[in-house]
């Protein structure tokens, strides 16, 4: 059975970082796209960012530099970097698995809470 786990989430402080990781079993992990995304109360799902295979990383311009989104193949795991952080990003965020176009396949993990505040 395939499983996607979230990591890293908590309570900070505006301004200051998390580190969110998102480790995967049961999955050819170097063929997937990895993508972090959030969804916040009462918003719409938000891609936040990317990486493929070949680690060519896709942002949102809400996330462009202040979030760095990598991989490390050997754990089979994505990490997502979150520094300067705002209120504004707190939200659920999601890990998902993206298959190439020959074996489209797509996993969700399911969430770890970031919530910025004083």
């Known amino acids: 059975q395939v499983q996607i786990v979230e990591s890293g989430g908590g309570l900070v402080q505006p301004g200051g970082s998390l580190r969110l990781s998102c480790t995967t079993s049961?999955?050819?992990?170097?063929?997937?796209?990895m993508g972090w995304y959030r969804q916040a109360p009462g918003e719409q799902h938000e891609m936040v960012a990317q990486i493929t295979p070949r680690s060519v990383r896709n942002y949102a311009d809400s996330a462009k530099g202040r979030f760095t989104i990598s991989r490390d193949n050997a754990k089979s795991t994505s990490y997502l970097e979150m520094s300067n952080l705002k209120p504004e990003d707190t939200a659920v965020y999601y890990c998902r698995a993206d298959g190439p176009d020959w074996h489209p396949e797509h996993y969700w993990g399911r969430g770890t809470q970031v919530t910025v505040s004083l």
């Open positions: 049961r999955i050819n992990f170097n063929i997937y796209t």
